[in-house]
C-alpha cells in the first residue's frame, strides 16, 4: 500500500511554469511506476506522464510533450512534474498515481484504471 500527497498547484498565468510535487508513504517507492493526471470539469480524467520506478523511463501525452518534464527523487519518496509554458487548456485538477509495477513502461497513454492508488489532487488555474 502507499499514500500519496499531491501539492504545487496554483493560479498562473499562461507561459508562465508550476511545478507539482507527490510524496508517497510507505516502503520501497521504488517498486512504484509513478504517473500524473489531470481532470478538468466535465471532461474525463486523462493522462499526462509517467515514469518507471527507476526514474529511466518516461513518456508524456502528445499535447505536453517538450513542456512538461516528470522526474522522481526515490530517496525523498518523491515524484515531479515540471510544467512549462503552461496554457489555458492546461488548466484542471492534476493528480498522482502509483502503480505496484516491476517492469517497464509501454509508450503509450495509460488508461486510469491501470493504476489504482490517487492522490488527493492540487489545482492548476491557467489564465489567457
Known amino acids: 500500500q502507499v499514500q500519496l500527497v499531491d501539492s504545487g498547484g496554483g493560479l498562473v498565468q499562461a507561459g508562465d511554469s508550476l511545478r507539482l510535487s507527490c510524496v508517497g508513504s510507505?516502503?520501497?517507492?521504488?517498486?512504484?511506476?509513478m504517473g500524473w493526471f489531470r481532470q478538468a470539469p466535465g471532461n474525463e480524467r486523462e493522462f499526462v506522464a509517467e515514469?518507471?520506478?527507476?526514474?529511466?523511463?518516461?513518456y508524456y501525452r502528445d499535447s505536453v510533450r517538450g513542456r512538461f518534464t516528470i522526474s522522481r527523487d526515490n530517496a525523498k519518496n518523491t515524484v515531479y512534474l515540471q510544467m512549462n509554458g503552461l496554457k489555458p487548456e492546461d488548466t484542471a485538477v492534476y493528480l498522482c498515481?502509483?502503480?505496484?509495477?516491476?517492469?517497464?513502461?509501454?509508450?503509450?497513454?495509460?488508461?486510469?484504471?491501470?493504476?489504482?492508488?490517487w492522490g488527493q489532487g492540487t489545482k492548476v488555474t491557467v489564465s489567457s
Open positions: 515514469i518507471s520506478g527507476s526514474g529511466g523511463s518516461t
Open positions: 510507505g516502503r520501497t517507492f521504488s517498486n512504484y511506476r
Open positions: 498515481a502509483a502503480k505496484s509495477s516491476q517492469g517497464g513502461l509501454t509508450g503509450r497513454p495509460r488508461a486510469a484504471n491501470e493504476y489504482n492508488y
